[in-house]
């Protein structure tokens, strides 16, 4: 064999209780299991190299199932925010906005839509517009030996929309929903594993209950699942959850519940009603996961919190209304006294919004801060700091929103279709520590000191759960015949690295990550092994 791993703790995924084995790798799948006392008198497995297990758990690799790494694979060979978790596989094209499929004038306007979450792609060679394209450029990526860690990809229905229809506020004519299934049908056909959607964004927030149900339709055909930031996770969010229930429902389509919480003040200690709602709908048969990231501080862009109506258009008409005092004042109105469908119907709290980020680094002294502890500093009123940083850095800022509770997010995590997600943005001068210790905080935090979940459970969430809802035959389990994904950790000593204050700091007690049988971190060190690629539907 290639590689043994002697007397380990597998926890191989399912759920059940661990056990100790030696575990063998050929040719990037996993050989042969053999159990403790399981030798029967044959000679132990043996490899051209054997790793001492020494106290190390082995898993499945860990499936990201909400990631915003889609430029970041291309330009970071490293990728250690993701490698040093164990994570092995990222869901991308997350929250309806993504790059692929585009045209020229598409591409434009997304990128600079996103540039909070990405940066604005200058440093990439954007030379694909397919789903297939960005797919395939995955796979050739530096010059052809792939990416830090396996990829999959969801067609984002924001951009079907941007491509087929601009950023117009209004229904979709019949030819511009058939132009947007074409579309969904190729994404599909070229690998995308599903849709989502970010349904407090635009333009994607534009489409109706009955244009998302035909999209979902196709999606359904090639059996792939919608995923969506639905309308509202504060005022109106079980409204919502139902919604997105009830629409995939009647699309026959499978649906995963993008960072499912209960946030804002409206929502403490509501999770047991969302809890309810679901359990109704699967008792009933409805096909339905969520993933959830394990901090209680939200994340997005400053330009994300504006009424809908204000960014109708795109980028420059949303400078343009912020740059003219009579409609920047109805804007704080509806923020502030209202409450904007961009910060899901609730009245901003600037004391809960914090700048995690900065196009320009001129703007840099803004991080750190929240909107209302800058607004003091200048004596000015909040809405004319975040309207002045808005216009200054071209609505590229990026945004920690402290509106979470801890009781939800434990709550939410303890459920049979909870998966883990970390919704990390790796851009900004202060990222949300989940970019970098969503994995690592499960194991540590809350299995082993909080025993929310016992570590086997934990550890099922991370990889069979996911690997089942991307329909994936042959990875989430330690099992014979299976890819060799796996993660070697320590359970009395893994814990995030990451903190509020210091977010790109590596997690500790994960010495080894296996991708193909192929060693992407080892003895705590990321290897210049490139060993991911992209991860297409295949049924």
């Not at 509806?334 to 900065?358: K, L, N, Q, R, Y």
């Not at 402290?402 to 883990?420: L, P, Y």
């Amino acid at each position: 064999m290639d590689l043994v791993l002697r007397d380990v703790r597998v926890i191989d995924g399912t759920g059940g209780a661990s056990y100790r084995a030696d575990v063998g790798v050929t040719d990037g799948r996993i050989a042969e299991i053999r159990r403790e006392g399981d030798n029967g008198g044959r000679p132990r497995l043996s490899a051209a190299r054997t790793v001492e297990g020494d106290g190390l758990a082995l898993t499945p690799g860990f499936i990201d199932m909400h990631a915003h790494s889609d430029l970041a694979l291309l330009r970071d060979p490293d990728h250690s925010a993701k490698a040093a978790q164990g994570v092995t596989l990222e869901v991308l094209g997350q929250d309806g906005l993504s790059y692929a499929p585009v045209d020229e004038r598409t591409l434009a306007e997304v990128r600079r839509s996103i540039t909070g979450w990405n940066g604005d792609g200058s440093d990439i060679d954007f030379d694909w517009r397919t789903v297939g394209g960005y797919l395939d450029r995955l796979d050739r990526n530096f010059d052809g030996q792939g990416i830090a860690v396996n990829a999959a990809y969801l067609i984002p229905q924001g951009t079907l929309r941007m491509y087929a229809m601009g950023w117009d506020d209004r229904p979709a004519t019949p030819a511009e929903t058939d132009r947007m299934k074409q579309l969904v049908a190729e994404g599909m056909e070229e690998g995308a594993v599903g849709m989502s959607s970010g349904l407090t964004y635009t333009p994607g927030m534009y489409a109706d209950d009955a244009e998302l149900t035909e999209l979902c339709r196709v999606v359904a055909r090639y059996d792939g699942y919608y995923c969506p930031h639905h309308r509202s996770y504060g005022a109106g969010a079980l409204q919502a959850y139902e919604e997105m229930v009830t629409l995939t429902r009647s699309a026959g389509c499978a649906l995963h519940l993008a960072h499912a919480t209960m946030n804002f003040g409206v929502n403490k200690g509501k999770a047991p009603d969302l809890l309810t709602l679901l359990d109704r709908a699967l008792a009933d048969g409805a096909d339905i996961s969520l993933d959830t990231y394990p901090y209680t501080p939200g994340c997005t862009t400053l330009v994300a919190m504006l009424p809908s109506w204000a960014t109708e258009g795109g980028p420059e008409p949303t400078l343009d209304r912020l740059r003219d005092d009579s409609t920047a004042e109805k804007i704080r109105y509806v923020m502030e006294e209202v409450g904007a469908d961009g910060c899901h119907g609730v009245p901003i709290e600037w004391d809960t919004i914090e700048i995690s980020g900065v196009s320009d680094p001129g703007l840099a002294s803004c991080v750190g801060k929240t909107i209302a502890e800058s607004a003091a500093q200048r004596g000015e009123a909040p809405w004319v700091t975040a309207r002045r940083l808005l216009v200054n850095d071209n609505l590229g800022s990026t945004i920690l929103q402290h509106v979470g509770h801890e009781d939800n997010v434990r709550a939410i995590m303890q459920h049979r279709v909870h998966t883990g997600g970390s919704d990390g943005i790796l851009q900004g001068y202060k990222p949300h520590p989940r970019a970098y210790g969503t994995f690592p905080q499960y194991l540590g935090r809350y299995a082993r000191d909080l025993n929310i979940l016992g570590l086997e459970e934990t550890v099922a969430h991370l990889t069979s759960r996911p690997a089942a809802r991307l329909r994936l035959a042959d990875r989430g389990l330690v099992r014979e015949g299976y890819r060799a994904d796996l993660v070697l950790f320590d359970p009395e000593t893994v814990a995030a690295g990451s903190t509020f204050a210091a977010p790109r700091t590596l997690p500790v007690g994960i010495p080894h990550v296996l991708i193909d049988g192929k060693f992407v971190m080892e003895d705590g060190r990321r290897t210049d092994v490139l060993a991911g690629r992209a991860i297409r539907r295949t049924t």
